[in-house]
């Protein structure tokens, strides 16, 4: 099971963190990722920590987009800065045990969902 949270309204240029709690397995032996949705838009990818310890992070996202991971606490984080309207989405950890490098940013290739954490950035 994963349960995010940390979401809720922030004024642009603002910060969060969300957390991903996860349960039900290993963490340690899972990829967490991160994805959002927008409004009207597909589900993106943002950013996903493997088991390994290696982190990806899409590139229109880098420098404004952390992934981190606490594998004692089973929590994996997504800290966002500099936050912009069109940041505004719901977003999403996913979980899979078996990770192709390259497929880091398909959804389909996650087994376990959360159910999401809404971020509205908005003066």
């Known amino acids: 099971q994963l349960v995010e949270s940390g979401g809720g309204l922030v004024q642009p240029g603002g910060s969060l963190r969300l957390s991903c709690a996860t349960s039900?397995?290993?963490?340690?032996?899972?990829?967490v990722a991160w994805f959002r949705q927008a409004p009207g838009k597909e589900r993106e990818a943002v950013s996903c920590t493997s088991s390994d310890g290696s982190v990806y992070t899409a590139v229109s996202q880098k420098g404004r987009f952390t992934t981190s991971r606490d594998n004692a606490n089973n929590m994996v984080f997504l800290q966002i800065s500099s936050l912009r309207p069109d940041d505004t989405a719901v977003y999403y950890c996913?979980?899979?045990?078996?990770?192709?490098?390259?497929?880091?940013?398909?959804?389909?290739?996650?087994?376990?969902w959360g159910q999401g954490t809404q971020v509205t950035v908005s003066s």
């Open positions: 039900g397995f290993t963490l340690a032996h899972y990829a």
């Open positions: 996913a979980a899979t045990a078996y990770l192709w490098r390259d497929k880091w940013n398909l959804a389909s290739e996650y087994n376990y």
